[in-house]
């Protein structure tokens, strides 16, 4: 049955026309956004037509940040040059009329630090530490910077600084800003973030150590706007035996404003998806429930998968496994697993279904955001594993468009799933 | 050492660069090309770059097919519908006033050969059996379907064909015809053999349901011209003890004509360069000379490879290992290795060292067909394996251009072949 999972996923180009549809009727389908209800609708669409026998919406309060318009440039003497630049996500607006001052480059909190309130003053802080393209694990690389994105803004703030700019997170030089989420601290005044490009961080930086007073002019009118309504997109194929409990699927449905969002995530959702037209399709009737959710609002603040924890907690829901699908439509390369050591060793033993798809690295570790919330109540936490090399190339940019993902590295991650799900509801 | 290969080459852009300068400046650099002599300069400018301490060109004599141009249109009924189709390499012209006829589509030769001459005599014959997308190497994909393209034109003019037209070998549906080489077989009447994107071919397919009087139209002017002159380019570090023999790394410098040839096999060679370059910067003095090969002609016959193993036989060269890189530049997952169990028992104590890269499955099998006329005389001949997911939506098409290749998989290609040679330069 596991070829036959792989063999249908290899062979059909609904999940990928899927990916598709997504990503053209709805990118930038960022919390708040039209975009996002059209993708809600959407979704909901393809899990009838993939043959799931309830489908609904789940309501969630989420917030609603607007990424406004932004301009900026830096002024180099007399010449005045545009910059790719974007604000990240909770970033305040600037003053309407923009900001103009100098810039000072720093690499890390501590350098921050030593320059002190005198020479951060007045200024905008530029982070310029690059992701280290020397860890062969690029994830690894992306935690060790994404400080200087994520609290950059109030660490300079606390020293007087009027905004920061923030090299982009990625491991590519290329001419896209990658946005994210940044976070403001309690009790420091808030001034505007904006992420710029990496080969524009470059040239910044090239032209600070020839001239120190370079200038730079940001203007942006992103601001928050109030929570709003948004709901998770479920849908399941109910089992013979649904006390046995669920095995959920699922990815993020959210995506930034400024990307098709076709690796993060809509991939781990069309694949989610695509586990219940699996299941559907070759007529496999399972014990237990099959579940695909995509979540609201992972990339802001996870209003979605806190909200759906809270209704299982409530419902009392029993989740045998809640894997979520969000590093990209990439080859698969396995799972990771948090879990007691006795299911893990259960697991273990369907390494050997994977070793011919070459998606056998099963490893003790990290799950997926959205599910994270469901520790306490769901007996296996996993995320789907993918080869991570290219996926800071994407990542959170307008290049993260759905002709990168290939069809077949998207459906060896659907049928790994599905395959997994099949062998459990099997030994479980 | 390990380790500092792998950082250098992930940190430098000088291999990528060097790939994207061959790709702009000598795209289509099939045999006979003038820019194939335009490839021959610049990677040797690249070898002396490196820091080879001996560049130097091995004439050969290559064939010097030329593709001309080609059009293709279908006729049904009313309708003129312009197909997305190119020559076979070796094919012959068609009449000046082109080809029309009528088509019949086969899926096998078994199939062609009950239609019989009857059905097929005066005919254009279609060969629509596409790659099987359930084989999870796409490799073997490949060669389960590429009988078609390069022993159909004959089987077809056997039994009175006047043309045949080549479903694309490629996973992928799109509008790219993927060229390749082709043979006739003598004694048989030489028909022209043209390659059709896969979306045409599918349209065909379905226009000839309707209407089995679709009448297709080719035209092409490619012709064989003579054997030219060409070179193998040779760059090597000399080794501390040369008489321990060679470690040689190559890849083929021609491409077809309707690509940038960057995957197959710019990648391959700009790899080859890059590890005399890391062996280079990172001042490692080999016991063995490390050699890096740019073949001539794999496309078309080979000649590359087999003069340089003559010349190696004459010279009485003595090559420890010949390994290439021809199959694609991506994520590299391990070699394979041609060579006895002794030797291979020895290389498998190494993987522990490509663990870490995930570059550890060591394989007992199949080399290059550059290195494969160095069977008799070198002691291990060897492969570069990467993962094979993607490799036919590129190869042989208009597609495989460099904004294709991630610059960290390329890159993981070229350190892994150098630590293979690091580590074997120590233990044999």
Known sequence: MVRSIYSEALTSRIAYNNLLLLC??????????????????LTRQFLLEAGADTVYLQPVLIPNWKPGQTE????????KVALHALPLGNS???????????????????????LGRERVSGRIVFYNRPMDPTLINTFAAYGRAADQRVSGASKAAALGAVAVLVR???????????????????????????????????????????NPDVQVFIKTTCRPAGDTAGYNVI????????????????GHLDAWYNTPGAHDDGAGCIQSIEVIRLFHTLGIRPEHTIRAVLFMDE?????GGRKYAQTATLEKENHLIALESDRGGLLPVGFTFDCNEKD????????????????????????????????????????????????FDYHHSAYDTPDHVNIRELQLGSAAIASLFYLMDRRF
């Open 24 to 41: 053209r009727q709805a990118p930038g389908r960022l919390s708040g956004s039209p975009q996002l209800n059209t993708a809600v609708q």
């Open 72 to 79: 900026a440039h830096v002024l180099n003497g007399n010449r």
């Open 92 to 114: 305040v607006p600037s003053p309407a009329e923009g900001i103009t001052a100098s810039v000072v480059e720093v690499h890390s909190f501590d350098e921050l630090n030593a």
């Open 168 to 210: 982009s997170l990625t491991l590519a030089s290329d001419t896209f800003p990658h946005t994210g989420q940044m976070r403001y601290q309690e009790g420091i005044a808030k001034i505007p973030a904006i992420a710029v490009a990496t080969r524009d961080a470059d040239s910044i930086s090239c032209w600070l150590k020839q």
């Open 235 to 250: 849908g399941e194929i109910r089992g013979k035996n649904p006390a046995k409990g669920i095995l959920l699927t699922g």
């Open 299 to 303: 990339e802001i603040t996870q209003t």
């Open 344 to 391: 893990l060793e259960i697991l273990q033993k369907l390494k050997p279904y994977f070793e011919p798809y070459r998606t056998d690295t099963f490893l003790k570790g990290g799950s997926g955001t959205d599910v994270a919330p469901l520790r306490s109540s769901a007996r296996i936490l996993a995320g789907l594993l993918t080869d991570s090399q290219r996926y």
